[in-house]
């Protein structure tokens, strides 16, 4: 499961890319959702979930946050979880920072399964900056590899 929280599309565009990513290994499945539709009933179902947005003020938007603090409500002991954010200036991994150290407060029964992911964008609205999409891929795949080798 990738669970984001998106203002005006570049966090979303960042997930759907990390989507992408995991599908390009075999035997992984994927689904995409914003942080705020997400079925806390069914979120247990899945072996890892990667959660970001954009960095609001040097960490993770209140949407992101509730969503983390809602998951330590949830049966999720031994499930994997990754973060990634969108930046504009010199917040480079000051939200994935906070947003993993959250998760490890909030929910922690889950395990970290990869380092986070921060993606520039080009002023408050975007683009992406040059490269960052396929630092995205890349991300997805290192997890979709991380969960077909883990037990």
């Not at 049966?75 to 991994?93: I, M, N, Q």
């Amino acid at each position: 499961m990738v669970a984001y929280e998106s203002r005006y599309g570049n966090s979303k565009r960042v997930a759907e890319t990390i989507i992408e990513g995991m599908r390009l290994v075999e035997g992984v499945e994927a689904a995409l959702s914003d942080v705020k539709d997400v079925d806390l009933g069914t979120i247990a179902d899945y072996d890892a979930i990667v959660i970001g947005g954009p960095n609001h003020t040097s960490g993770p938007t209140r949407g992101v946050k509730k969503f983390v603090d809602k998951l330590g409500t949830r049966p999720l002991k031994d499930k994997l979880f990754a973060v990634f954010d969108t930046y504009t200036s010199r917040d480079f991994e000051k939200a994935t920072k906070k947003l993993e150290q959250r998760v490890h407060e909030k929910a922690p029964g889950l395990k970290m399964i990869a380092p986070g992911l921060s993606i520039k964008v080009e002023g408050v609205k975007g683009p992406i900056a040059e490269g960052g999409l396929p630092k995205c891929t890349e991300f997805g795949i290192e997890i979709a590899t991380q969960l077909i080798a883990s037990p």
